[in-house]
């Protein structure tokens, strides 16, 4: 079956660094990927659609300029979380959707901030 | 727009007993729908799917059939085991290019034994 892998899987940084997480897919081409964002005991929030070769699609109240986002092949897109503070501690979550658009998840990155 | 409804958790069963967990859906068209799980400090990984009316996902004991005229697509087993206890997360997607899954906020299910 298709697979998504993330790296890294946890991340410790401290506040006012940036972080980047990759999100690849391993067997199948993903024209385009997603970005979405798990609060504890919470369902997934999208952060932004992200399509090879142009600019990601932010959902309303994610800020571009903090989460950057690139998706510079069909088999990799990156987020970017800049400045980090302790309120994006999060658990990060990318999907790639085949041809077929079905979607597959990696299985998520775990980002502390100190 | 698109909406998914599940039915709020926990829900907390003894091994071996029938699991039922109701997810109804709002959509315009026909959307395929999905059931997908999450354990502990993981991502999430596809449990069923079912792309068209009164078509049955199953997968690893558990079943869901697409009602269009009920917009529902219950997840049931009828017998769960300590290792099924995780996060349930129904979904549903027009399978179009740039669409992403939406969601419902999930149900908790645990198992003891």
């Known amino acids: 079956g298709a697979v998504v892998s993330q790296h890294p899987s946890r991340v410790i940084c401290k506040s006012g660094t940036s972080v980047k997480i990759e999100c690849r897919s391993l067997d199948f081409q993903a024209t385009t990927m997603f970005w979405y964002r798990q609060f504890p005991k919470q369902s997934l929030m999208l952060m932004a659609t992200s399509n090879e070769g142009s600019k990601a699609t932010y959902e309303q109240g994610v800020e571009k300029d903090k989460f950057l986002i690139n998706h510079a092949s069909l088999t990799l897109s990156t987020l970017t979380v800049t400045s980090a503070h302790p309120e994006d501690s999060s658990f990060y979550i990318c999907s790639a959707s085949n041809p077929a658009y079905e979607q597959y998840f990696g299985p998520g990155t775990r980002l502390t901030v100190t | ?113």
């Open chain 2, 1 to 113: 727009g698109n909406s998914v409804t599940q039915m709020e958790g926990p829900v907390t069963l003894s091994e071996e007993a029938f699991l039922t967990i109701n997810c109804t859906y709002t959509a315009t068209g026909y959307p395929s729908l999905f059931w997908y799980v999450q354990y502990p400090g993981e991502g999430l990984q596809l449990l069923l799917k079912a792309t068209k009316a009164d078509d049955k996902g199953s997968n690893k004991g558990f079943e869901a059939t697409y009602r269009k005229e009920t917009t529902s697509f219950h997840l049931e087993k009828g017998s769960v085991q300590v290792s099924d206890s995780a996060v349930y997360f129904c979904a549903l997607s027009d399978l179009q290019a740039g669409t992403a899954l939406i969601f419902g906020k999930g149900t908790t299910l645990s198992v003891s034994s």
